[in-house]
């Protein structure tokens, strides 16, 4: 710090002078076109940069000032947090250019002992917006010269500085490919203003309170906040910064430095830098924000404690283990239950095989299980990345894939009633694989009981498929692993146990009655998908549906056949299944509104305001936890009554087509699908709302909604 002092005070003139003799020994340094030969000028290499080798009158291009810095040497931000000096440009220019002012890049904190500074290591890159004068003559070359200073420290500091010069040459528009796309990046990543961040600051108790109201400062969206005004010794840098969660944003607590002495006067400009989670990994982000002293914004309700705001509080050994505990009881929600049936088929028909077989039979059920749970996460994290708003069950949304479904369904039940079988060429297409048929099936069978199971959500998911949702992709990966392996589970377990398997009656008539029997709940599955399809696509999709089941039937008995007019009829069959399947098309009006209130925030703050509780109930058509719990709890006579009892009004927020705005507010929710039930007392306060359980009981919602009474009181 002596020699920064020293510099300070009476060093810059001297230093000038060396400058200016080693520009002349070194022939001033001039370069080729956008960029000047780096300039050594100690522990820093600097270079004077542009996005364009030639420029036209009038544009607008950018130049910059390039530092890289010898390993653990750093400088400093535009406020240096503690002692210390932002980079300085002196600059020498014809009169036809003008330089603007420098963007900074974000700032990491950098501590010497007890000292916090706000700097840059390894690059830095300083961007300004050069203007060329409409006046600027075509084919003039103008050459532009610059004195950069800048402080450069690593347990002591030393002032350096280069001088640096490069020609511009005025004509038709060339880009530097290298240095615009750098320069463009550091434009991209550098802080700026944006739409939907307020701030406010105050004075109390000694302490300098930044407010900021955004959407973005919600509790689990974000962590690690940290403020950097844009003066320095606005506040202490040295002293820690205090946050405290709002319902709608950050309230930041920090100790005023020397300028505040006298009380705020003006705006504090400034940076709020945070971690936000961006296709699917947490990264740091700033935006500029004004933080206003004569006007307050709220952040909603504060909790009692202060809070290092580290995102969900759930981890991820927490959340594999809950997804792990989630896919066991998957096994026994209702929408699993057709699929299971095959399973079952397999292990009578296997029970008194080889060991070895039935084993073999459990591993490639568990493997086709575990596919399937990656392959959808990858697709998940895939459609989030690229800016997708979709959650779990994403894939009943879509029209042709419910269809799809049901007509499998309805093809496993024919083959079932023995309309026709697998035989044959159907199972044969290049080698033996009579003996892999079984084993196929076993994969077939964990691939399609995923499939179906995404429209039910068992306890103990919902908030690990939230957490594996907004984590980076190895994370995700590793809670949908833990979710397949639960599903897997028991049915992996009982092939490891053939004493219980052989306790089934031996191979017989009785299985083909028994297979015919398992035909019936693949019908249901098939019908409860077109009821489905009836609230995901236009009026004419169940009909579509049932002509493509006409056309795969027709398809399925040609194709039996050997003459060749029935295998024609085959081939036009599957040609028109084919084509009224992809004729299919979604709805254009939300079912549920048509009949029940819709939820959005806005009527829900005002049913608030109105005095009512408020019950929102994220459901979906397809999603079979939401249909059991509406049917057994919410629209049940004694649910009825205890709404009105509680003058609690109810609102309906249906995911059953894809709405990127009820997918935002499950995100913010820490779901990634329904059911969600949320329970808002009346007021204006900003409370966050109760969280039900994904499955009701009467008991537990009448607990929600006399709490929700008690709060209003």
């Known amino acids: 710090m002596l020699n920064w002092l020293l510099y300070k005070v009476g060093m810059k003139t001297g230093l000038s002078f060396l400058i200016l003799m080693s520009a002349l020994w070194l022939g001033a340094f001039t370069g080729h076109a956008s960029e000047t030969a780096p300039v050594k000028s100690g522990r820093i290499t600097a270079q004077l940069v542009t996005s364009y080798d030639r420029a036209a009158p009038g544009d607008d291009i950018h130049i910059a000032l390039s530092l890289r810095m010898d390993k653990h040497w750093h400088t400093y931000w535009r406020n240096a947090g503690g002692p210390g000096e932002p980079a300085e440009i002196i600059w020498t220019l014809p009169e036809v250019l003008s330089v603007g002012e420098i963007t900074w890049p974000l700032p990491k904190i950098v501590h010497t002992g007890p000292i916090v500074n706000y700097a840059f290591e390894d690059r830095l890159l300083l961007p300004m917006t050069l203007h060329i ?35 511009l040459t005025i004509g038709e528009p060339l880009e530097d490919g290298r240095w615009a796309a750098n320069i463009k990046r550091a434009l991209k990543n550098a802080p700026k203003p944006e739409a939907g961040f307020e701030a ?79 296709d699917g990994r947490w990264q740091r982000r700033g935006v500029v924000v004004a933080a206003s002293v004569t006007t307050a914004v709220n952040i909603g309700t504060i909790s009692a404690a202060t809070t290092t705001i580290k995102g969900s509080s759930l981890g991820l050994i927490a959340a594999a283990f809950s997804a792990f505990l989630g896919g066991m009881i998957l096994n026994l929600m209702p929408c699993v239950f057709p699929v299971l049936s095959l399973k079952i088929l397999g292990f009578a028909k296997a029970a008194h095989e080889d060991k070895a077989l039935i084993r073999r039979h459990g591993l490639m059920y568990t493997a ?63 080698g033996d694989l009579a003996r892999s048929k079984g084993l196929k099936g076993a994969f077939f069978t964990g691939v399609l009981a995923v499939v179906v199971a995404t429209p039910c959500t068992a306890p103990f998911m919902a908030g690990a498929l939230g957490y594996a949702l ?10 949908f692993f833990a979710l397949g392996l639960g599903f897997a589970l028991p049915f992996l377990a009982l092939s490891y146990m053939p004493a219980l398997l052989k306790r089934m009656p031996k191979p017989g008539a009785w299985m083909e009655t028994f297979k015919q029997a398992l035909a019936f709940p693949m019908c249901v599955a098939a019908i409860w998908l077109l009821w489905v399809l009836s609230g995901v696509g236009d009026e004419n999709g169940v009909v579509l549906t049932l002509l493509s089941a006409l056309g795969i039937t027709l398809a399925i008995w040609g194709l039996q056949h050997k003459s060749s007019v029935a295998k024609g009829l085959g081939v036009v069959g599957a040609l028109l299944c084919i084509y009224f399947l992809f004729s299919l098309k979604p709805a254009t009006a939300n079912p549920a509104a048509q009949t029940q209130e819709a939820w959005s925030p806005e009527r829900v703050a005002q049913l608030r305001a109105e005095g009512h509780p408020v019950f929102v109930d994220f459901t979906a058509r397809w999603c079979v936890t939401c249909k059991v719990n509406e049917r057994l709890v919410l629209h049940t006579q004694a649910g009825k009554a205890l709404m009105a009892r509680t003058d609690t009004k109810m609102l309906i927020a249906d995911w059953t087509r894809k709405d990127d705005r009820i997918a935002d507010e499950l995100a913010r929710h820490g779901r990634s699908g329904v059911p969600l039930y949320l329970v808002y007392s009346a007021g204006t306060d900003a409370s966050p709302p109760q969280i ?10 009448e607990k929600a909604l006399k709490t929700a009474q008690k709060q209003a009181d």
């Open 133 to 167: 004068s409409e006046d600027a003559a075509v084919g003039d070359v103008l050459n532009i010269q610059a004195e950069a200073e800048y402080l450069v420290c690593y347990q002591v500091c030393l002032p350096e500085a280069a001088t640096l010069s490069l020609s």
């Open 200 to 278: 406010s600051a105050q004075l109390e108790n000694g302490k300098l309170i930044i407010d900021i109201q955004s959407n973005d400062l919600r509790d689990g969206q974000f962590k690690n906040p940290y403020f950097y005004p844009y003066v320095q010794d606005t506040i202490d840098a040295d002293l820690p910064q205090v946050p405290k969660q709002g319902t709608q944003g950050l309230r930041l607590s920090m100790t005023p430095g020397w300028k505040l002495e006298d009380g705020l006067k003006d705006t504090i400009m400034g940076v709020i830098a945070y971690d936000k989670n961006i």
């Open 692 to 701: 039900l359980p994904q499955t009701l009981t009467f008991k537990t919602l």
């Open 470 to 479: 907004a984590q980076p992709a190895l994370s995700a990966l590793l809670v």
């Open 368 to 430: 086709g299980v575990l596919v399937s749970f990656l392959s959808l996460a990858t697709i998940l994290l895939v459609l989030k990345a690229s800016g997708a708003a979709i959650g779990w069950g994403f894939q009943l949304q879509n029209p042709v894939m419910v269809s799809a479904l049901a007509l499998l369904f309805f093809v496993i039940a024919l083959n079932l009633f023995g309309f026709f079988e697998f035989g044959g060429r159907w199972q044969n297409t290049g």
